[in-house]
């Protein structure tokens, strides 16, 4: 039997390597002569890095930039063998390296972001990966424009001030002192919102008051929203504010698509491309696949049912492990996973439930008695 493991983090406990090992021991006690093929995968938030990193033996670079209120904050990125670079803006411009007080679009950046982004480049990375979940930022992108050498001035001719501030008073733009090697980069973003920029569905309305934005903030921010984009098109004709994903991390997806060219895609279908994942797939018996908690959010893009998407292109069996069950998880079987499980063996408390030696042994169980059915068919 060949069975393909790619299995999400359980955010907190194991990586998405560490589970899918602890699930293929336990196979192996129900199969002991299947052959297994381990896969780290994410869905282009948290752990992205680390899973095509492991997945793939690339290797990380460390760098200090700037965190969303500009301050210094040491970040890692990584750097795959084919000298694709894999960057989580969160890692600088993260909503989570704030104290819920510093929480202020108003004044947040993405400066730090762009500044990963050109250290890859100087590394010699013309290929890149960008996850950009999590933003704690509402500034249309400019900041990590700013970084790579786009300027963005006021009508006194003054560089705008980081953030939605800097934003609104955003006059005229520059492009004379971008890195001229912006021209051969490829720009792949792992994108999971489906928002536009502005309107009752933009960011500023939706995602800016989770980043400390009060109605007052949103809805001054969503005027400089539709001032800027109404600006970019005249430097950009065939921008498009209302693309689904615009609105991705504050405005950063419009920015991305309609200054570097990017393309936005689900988060997991860039990880899957990546890892070469489907030709696995494609020459399996079984897929397992799994996350922490498995609800119904899980079909919204998530790592099982990209999984589960691939596998029933083949009309593969999907069986899914996660930590816990929550509310609707019950669609996830309309959305190709055939049967999941969750680990938990006896009733625990959440810390001991998420200690990573208590999880792997109970992953590994359950997928023992779960495979142990497999031997009856």
């Given amino acids: 039997m060949k069975i393909v493991i790619a299995m999400d983090s359980f955010k907190g406990s194991l990586s998405s390597t560490e589970a899918g090992k602890a699930a293929a021991t336990g196979l ?23 899973a095509l990193v492991s997945g793939l033996n690339g290797s990380y670079r460390t760098v200090i930039v700037s965190d969303p209120l500009d301050r210094p904050i040491k970040v890692q990125y990584g750097i795959l063998p084919d000298r694709t670079a894999v960057i989580e803006m969160a ?7 704030l104290s819920e007080s510093e929480r202020n679009p108003m004044m ?16 010699g990375c013309r290929s890149l990966i960008l996850g950009i979940g999590g933003s704690a930022t509402n500034d249309c992108g400019i900041g990590c424009l700013q970084a790579l050498g786009f300027g963005f001035y006021d009508l006194d001719g003054k560089q705008v001030p980081y953030g939605a501030n800097g934003l609104a008073q ?11 090697e912006l ?7 792992a994108c999971d919102v489906t928002n536009p ?15 400390g934005a009060d109605p007052a903030m949103a809805a001054e921010m969503e005027q400089s929203m539709l001032r800027f984009s109404a600006m970019v098109k005249a430097y950009v004709p065939d921008s498009d504010a209302d693309l689904p994903g615009s609105g991705a991390a504050g405005g950063l997806g419009f920015a991305l698509r309609t200054f570097l060219n990017a393309d936005l895609k689900p988060g997991i279908d860039v990880v899957i491309h990546q890892t070469g994942i489907e030709a696995a797939i494609r020459d ?35 069986i899914a492990f996660c930590g816990c069950v929550g509310d609707g998880a019950g669609i996830c079987n309309q959305h190709g996973i055939d049967a999941y499980f969750p680990i938990l063996r006896s009733i625990t408390s959440a810390e001991d439930a998420m200690n990573p030696d208590i999880a792997k042994k ?9 495979f142990r059915l497999f031997r009856c068919i």
């Fill in 284 to 318: 399996a018996d079984v897929v397992v696949t799994g996350e922490g908690r498995l609800d119904a959010q899980t079909v919204m893009g998530k790592v099982p049912i990209g999984i589960a998407k691939i596998a029933k292109k083949y009309g593969l069996p999907v």
């Fill in 362 to 370: 109970n992953l590994a169980d359950t997928a023992e008695q779960v």
């Fill in 28 to 50: 192996l006690r129900a199969f002991p002569e299947a052959e297994i093929k381990v896969f780290p995968v994410a869905d282009g938030g948290e752990g992205t890095v680390d």
């Fill in 108 to 123: 947040t950046t993405t400066y730090g972001f762009g500044e990963m982004i050109a250290d890859a480049i100087h590394q």
């Fill in 183 to 189: 021209l051969e980069c490829q720009f792949h973003v």
């Fill in 170 to 180: 955003v006059h005229h733009i520059t492009i004379d002192q971008v890195m001229p």
């Fill in 197 to 211: 920029l502005c309107g009752e569905n933009g960011c500023s309305a939706v995602f800016a008051p989770q980043k």
């Fill in 91 to 97: 890692a600088a411009s993260g909503l989570p390296l």
